[in-house]
């Protein structure tokens, strides 16, 4: 935010002409215009169904145009403007020339004795003394024009009478400028160093215009400088807000900003004054009673927020079924049962078939080598690998025939084994072919983990298990079963599992498919090197294409959501899914909902949307984020009131560049967006993401889920597994970043219908053993240290993080295979 540098000036004075032209147009003369709204009209028909409504509006578009012709003008002498700012600065006359004739605004009006008057009227420089800005005459007017409309309303007239209900719910106000752009303008004032003339001067309209339109439209520009909720940012804005700069205006006519705000919002606004040294407060907090006043304005603004809303996102219904789809339905009732029955047949001749093998260990000789298995045990396997591939052709015909069978307990639990299965086959053939140093991980793994009483393998791992000889892969593949997965009830079932021991991989061939990758909290976007070389392969083996969204480091959900928008738009010709790593998951899920909920041009971009990924997902916040915003206020308060034992010892001009040098940092685009980000992971921001979110019904989500033990955990993140240990009281599972029951790929703080959509189709899997940095390597190699490279925590296999989600779902028919 702010305005750039002394050398950029006339970007200050150009918002200002620009301010200045809009809120004369936000108070047009005439009938009034009023936008407002209720139950059963759209802001549309509120309009039109006025009085001179439709003439209103089509005056405020004129001024729009008019404001843009007028900008676009005074760019053109941007040089003869610095001349005369410089001379303003130092405090002479200028009269106007050429520009001034111009670009002339209506002749000022004398003032009326005992009239308010506005910052136009007393800046120090110049002589403007005596006279009343065309603002206030404006408002003045809007007042009355009220007063108008309020005294037709209690009569009666016919005249002014509105088509349907005459109070309404929802008023918007008069101001051409809706609250997302008066708070985006107030916030770069904020942010603007130095605050000169110009800059008081926008501040000071800005506010006028805030205070003189409804309550309404008030909460909704606070909301907005909240960066959608956060108590955090908007107690920083309101700590700079409430110390308007205002040297620029004459002492007597300055604002008491926190009386006027207290006035206009009914939430009393504390004075810094009063918290200082000999202040009635002088004891107390001030940062404290700022962020309750903060918590205050932000419990008031849910009409607007619920308003915004209903005008900005469709809320999607499911069309009610057609005869068509009915018969179809029971035709594919048949197609269902043959599924089930192939994945029954299958499962029985693999039992038979594991029955007859045996455990892997006992048929490994004691010298390093490994024997054959019979030919009847062959014979059986080859059966059984046959009915497991017709297993899964019947059950994509059932899912083409039959969409709700992803809900389907019977298909979800087949799901889940599938695609657990094809994880340990991916780092199979990462370890036999030594892929991201992954035989280093094994060997530190298998020798530190805690192993079951069903485990019978070896605890040393030699270079014969490297061997993709039968036995020797058997034994490797139980290996990997202790070693990959977390719940020691989940790693004996999978023992018994023939499909699991089959290891059946996914048959060769290209996908027709697009990944949308969205990384996490600390980031660099399109330039990211997450997961590279897996990306790589990808395209290699499997000819898809990975597109990087271009999500910043800690950024709001929103910001980060337009990004993955953004990419899908530009970069995505086929069908396509997302991949969300920790906030990428939030991210992402925020970009799905403004799709599928904004314009038809959107929701067009979703019509190729197949299937979504989840690593380690922070969606549902994270105690880390919670607890930080509390530790954060903690550390302002225990600040401030270290700073005020000094103010004894502390010159005024100190004190005061203090506190300028944390209004502006608080205020800045970098302060703004680490808050915001922070506040999306927290829990009240993951629970206002999903509060009125809607996402696609019958897609598919796959997640990988993980829990940190010693024998797994980098000693960076050490400190951070036991403060999380610490700050939960609900877990005691968690990647040192989320809790295992958070993780998952639904909404676990709201209960809606959107919710129980989203845990319909998730198709959970098995909690692996890993930390929540498993996906990152060369970028945090800088933080390893000898015991990290002891337990090769960093060499963990990259690829089970994405192939076997593309893998199922090929497999399943979701994706096309070319």
């Known amino acids: 935010g702010g ?196 800059v008081q001067q926008n501040q000071r309209m800005l506010l006028e215009l805030i205070v003189s339109q409804p309550a309404l ?62 202040g009635r407060h002088a004891s107390h907090s001030y940062i404290l009673f700022l962020h309750r006043a903060a918590t205050k304005i932000l419990e008031e603004c849910m009409p607007y927020v619920a308003l915004k809303q209903w005008v900005q996102q469709v809320e999607v219904h499911d069309a009610p079924p057609s005869p068509m789809a009915t018969k179809r339905l029971a035709s594919s009732e048949a197609v269902v049962a043959a599924a089930k029955q192939a994945i029954e047949e299958a499962d029985a001749v693999g039992s038979e078939w594991l029955k007859l093998r045996g455990c892997p260990w006992q048929r490994h000789s004691t010298d390093g080598g490994s024997t054959g298995g019979g030919a009847e045990e062959q014979k059986l396997r080859t059966t059984a690998t046959e009915r497991y591939q017709v297993a899964f052709e019947r059950c994509g015909e059932a899912l ?90 989940v790693r004996q079932s999978y023992r018994s599992d023939p499909l699991m021991q089959l290891a059946l991989e996914a048959p060769a061939g290209k996908y027709n498919f697009t990944v949308v990758s969205a990384m996490g909290v600390i980031t660099e976007g399109a330039a990211g090197t997450e997961m590279k070389e897996t990306y790589e392969r990808l395209r290699e083996v499997r000819g898809v294409e990975v597109v990087r969204a271009n999500t910043a480091t800690l950024h709001s959900v929103d910001f980060n959501a337009e990004q993955i928008q953004k990419a899908v738009m530009e970069h995505v010709k086929t069908p396509w899914g997302w991949v969300g790593y920790s906030q990428g998951c939030a991210n992402a899920f925020r970009a799905e909902a403004l799709m599928l909920q904004g314009t038809p041009g959107q929701q067009k971009l979703l019509e190729s949307f197949r299937c979504r990924q989840l690593l380690f997902s922070a969606a549902n916040g994270s105690a880390h984020a919670t607890c930080g915003d509390w530790k954060l206020l903690r550390a302002l308060i225990d600040g401030e009131r270290f700073l005020k034992k000094l103010q004894a010892s502390m010159s005024a001009t100190t004190q005061l560049l203090g506190l300028n ?116 390597r060369q970028e945090v190699l800088f933080l390893q240290t000898e015991r990290d490279k002891d337990k090769a925590v960093f060499d963990t296999p990259k690829d089970r993080h994405i192939f076997p989600w593309l893998e199922v779902n090929a497999r399943f028919g979701v994706i096309e295979v070319i």
């Open 217 to 278: 439209f008030q909460r909704g520009v606070f909301y907005e400088l909240s960066n959608n909720g956060s108590a955090r940012v908007l107690s920083n804005h309101l700590l700079a807000l409430l110390d308007l700069k205002q040297d620029a205006v004459r002492p007597e006519m300055r604002l008491d900003v926190a009386d006027l705000l207290t006035t206009a919002l009914g939430i009393e606004l504390p004075r810094r004054a009063d918290f200082m040294a000999g």
């Open 400 to 489: 083409k025939a039959h969409r709700d069978c992803l809900q389907m307990d019977w298909f979800k639990s087949f799901w889940g084994r599938n695609y657990d299965s094809l994880t340990v086959v991916s780092v199979l053939r990462n370890v036999q072919q030594d892929i991201d140093n992954t035989r280093a991980w094994v060997h530190a793994q298998v020798g530190t983990c805690s192993k079951g009483p069903e485990y019978k393998g070896v605890s040393m791992v030699s270079d014969d298990f490297w061997s993709t000889e039968r036995r020797a892969e058997d034994c490797l593949l139980d290996m990997l079963l202790e070693v990959l997965f977390y719940e020691p009830a």
């Open 661 to 776: 040098l944390l209004h502006h940092f608080l205020c800045s685009r970098v302060g703004s967006a680490f808050f915001g980000s922070v506040q999306s992971l927290t829990h009240e921001g993951a629970r206002k993401m999903w509060r009125d979110g809607q996402h696609c019904r019958g897609v598919p989500s796959t997640s990988m889920i993980g829990v940190a033990e010693q024998h797994t955990l980098p000693e960076c993140l050490d400190m951070l597994w036991h403060t999380l240990n610490a700050q939960m009281e609900y877990s005691n599972e968690q990647d040192t970043q989320v809790a295992q029951e958070e993780a998952v790929a639904h909404p676990i703080c709201v209960d809606n219908a959107n919710r129980r959509e989203l845990e319909k189709t998730d198709m959970r899997s098995a909690v692996q053993r890993t930390h929540h940095w498993s996906p990152l």
């Open 3 to 198: 305005y750039g540098g002394p050398a950029f000036m006339p970007q200050g004075m150009a918002v200002g002409f620009f301010l200045a032209t809009a809120i004369r147009g936000s108070f047009a003369t005439g009938e009034p215009g009023r936008v407002t709204i209720n139950k059963n009209k759209s802001a549309a028909a509120g309009v039109a169904g006025q009085p001179g409504g439709v003439i209103a509006l089509q005056q405020l578009l004129e001024e729009q145009k008019t404001v843009a012709a007028e900008i676009q003008k005074l760019q053109s002498y941007q040089q003869e403007l610095l001349e005369e700012t410089t001379r303003l600065l130092a405090g002479k006359h200028v009269t106007p020339g050429t520009l001034g004739k111009k670009l002339a605004s209506p002749a000022p009006q004398p003032v009326k004795e005992g009239n308010w008057v506005c910052m136009l009227d007393f800046l120090s420089p110049g002589d403007h003394k005596g006279v009343k800005s065309t603002l206030r005459s404006n408002i003045d007017l809007a007042v009355k024009l009220e007063k108008q409309i309020e005294r037709r309303r209690t009569h009666g007239s016919p005249q002014a009478m509105w088509h349907g209900v005459p109070a309404v719910d929802f008023d918007f106000g008069t101001s051409l400028l809706g609250p997302l752009e008066v708070a985006t303008l107030l916030q770069s004032g904020l942010a603007a160093v130095p605050q000169g003339r110009q």
